[in-house]
């Protein structure tokens, strides 16, 4: 952009900092200046001073880091806060722990109201089983509903499948499952969406008022950590309302990327409503990506690996027509979507491959496959071959860094797989695009913590942990790369986004130091000084 014609000056600049850029022809500067949600001028103080007016808002980054904003290439900002309602339960590491929490849900909530409770893990039903019988005395006659951290699994009490209408198995036009006994009574557990949906809408939903302010809460969140970006991995059609509405209010702190999700069973006329929609967008959110799941996850039974787990589980794909899924995403494709697919383990990431290389690259960023958790050598180099993106949320390891405490994921996998987990570095070395993500509500969001798991492949600020497959680690540039320029590759956003120059947009993300230089367990602990989208400073921190 050629700003030399005009001769207003900068609305904002950011004055003595350490600014990675993360151009090749210029690395390092130490100021940038924007107008108009665009930025300036990046270079030295001197340069910047040029750019500087008596309105412009000068901020002192002395100490601070500027780096290009950061972006969540995986997250659910809204599903993800419809499925957080009630009582946290992600820290509880036992069932005891489990049962006290929904007690004490119970009585604050007080009689005839629905027990909520969200994030719980597998390992504190490892031995009792996922079943209503392990915490129904907990909550005694009130329904109760609990959410499994990563969404895929949720436990209903007896009282809340009698409101949901749930009485024995159900059929379902996807690999889902109302999970019964030998005498056709339902345990409790429920597998996948369509099986949860069936209790979950049963639960009194919030007023459009209340949902607006819960989202725009997480949405603060997010900037607050140093987000400018996130893209959503659930919605449609009807999540294009929402947006506009937040955007209306003024309570649309990040950029979002909106997907248009295919099910199974999603109807014709919703899909041909959906393929015209590849180009819609307001001032910070648009569409572009389709999503697709083609398996659940290793710790429920539902993953799809090629050779099954143990006692023949994870052996099949979520689409039992998966010749439908092969057509949407050819469809899609043509329409000017970016596909982005679900696939946890390594026959649903080959079956994911396999459907992008018939449909051909898309006309804007890159078709994407999500999680990988599991990865057959063979299938390695398609990504790069393909040019298909991987991406990785290196919080899924959480527990894998603990010998001997028990594990669904391990316990889920077939011989051999467990070598073969997360193959961050082998991807990365292979020449494949790896993005970063969270997946929250699965796991945090916050950046910080994502790219100090990526180098470490334990939790950060616990040495005594053993590392994940430690040969599987990036370094400190490529885990920061993950949450810039590889996010606006994914995008096909390259042109004004994801490294700083003149001309590109001003999303910012400014740190108390260098993620580059700190060591990964002191990195969470790294104050988040501004985050700035569009030339809008969106959080300021109190540091």
Request: glycine share 12%; hydrophobic share 45%.
């Amino acid at each position: 952009m050629d700003f030399a014609s005009d001769p207003r000056p900068a609305d904002g600049a950011i004055l003595g900092a350490r600014v990675r850029t993360l151009t090749d022809d210029r690395p390092a500067a130490g100021a940038v200046a924007w107008r108009d949600g665009v930025l300036l001028a990046v270079g030295d103080d001197d340069e910047i001073r040029r750019h500087l007016g008596p309105a412009t808002d000068v901020s002192d980054g002395s100490g601070l880091t500027v780096l290009p904003g950061l972006v969540d290439t995986h997250i659910h900002p809204f599903h993800g806060t419809d499925l957080t309602r009630g009582v946290d339960l992600r820290s509880a590491r036992t069932l005891g722990e489990v049962r006290d929490r929904l007690a004490a849900e119970r009585t604050r909530c007080g009689p005839d109201t629905w027990v909520l409770g969200h994030s719980v893990r597998y390992e504190p039903f490892h031995e009792a089983g996922i079943r209503a019988d392990a915490v129904a005395d907990a909550v005694g006659e009130a329904p109760a509903l609990v959410n499994f951290f990563d969404g895929h699994t949720a436990l209903a009490t007896p009282p809340a499948l009698a409101l949901a209408g749930v009485d024995g198995p159900r059929e379902f036009p996807e690999a889902a499952e109302v999970v019964c006994d030998a005498h056709g009574r339902p345990t409790g557990a429920l597998l996948e969406r369509a099986a949860m949906d069936l209790v979950r809408d049963a639960v009194p939903a919030w007023t459009e008022a209340e949902r607006l302010d819960a989202y725009a809460a997480t949405l603060r969140a997010l900037a607050a950590v140093g987000l400018t970006g996130a893209m959503a991995m659930m919605g449609g059609p009807d999540l294009l309302d929402v947006v506009r509405a937040l955007e209306a209010r003024g309570e649309l702190p990040v950029r979002v990327l909106l997907p248009m999700h295919m099910q199974p069973d999603t109807p014709q006329d919703a899909v041909e409503a959906a393929l015209g929609l590849a180009h819609a967008r307001g001032a910070r959110w648009r569409t572009g990506t389709a999503k697709f799941f083609l398996d659940g996850v290793l710790d429920s039974g539902t993953a799809w690996l090629v050779d099954p787990g143990p006692g023949g589980l994870n052996a099949a794909p979520f689409w039992p027509d998966l010749e439908r899924y092969r057509e949407l995403v050819r469809r899609f494709t043509a329409a000017g979507f970016a596909c982005v697919t679900h696939a946890v383990g390594d026959g649903a990431v080959r079956g994911a491959l396999d459907a992008y290389a018939a449909a051909g690259p898309p006309a804007h960023g890159m078709h994407r496959v999500e999680h990988i958790e599991t990865l057959l050598d063979a299938d390695l180099p398609r990504f790069a071959a393909l040019g298909v993106a991987a991406g990785m949320q290196p919080l899924h390891m959480e527990g894998l860094d603990e010998p001997g405490v028990p594990s669904s994921w391990c316990d889920g996998l077939s011989p051999g797989r467990y070598e073969r987990g997360f193959r961050a570095g082998d991807l990365a070395r292979s020449g494949a695009g790896v993005a970063r993500g969270s997946d929250w509500m699965v796991a945090d969001f916050d950046p910080r913590v994502g790219m100090a798991w990526a180098r470490l492949r334990r939790a950060p600020g616990a040495p005594e942990h053993v590392p994940y497959l430690p040969a599987q680690a990036l370094d400190a540039e490529q885990a920061l790369w993950g949450y810039t320029v590889a996010a606006a590759e994914v995008t096909g956003e390259t042109a004004i986004a994801g490294r700083l120059a003149a001309g590109l947009r001003a999303d910012l993300t400014v740190l108390g130091a260098d993620p580059l230089a700190v060591g990964p367990d002191e990195l969470p602990d790294v104050p988040v000084a501004l985050t700035v989208v569009g030339g809008e400073v969106v959080h300021r921190g109190t540091e």
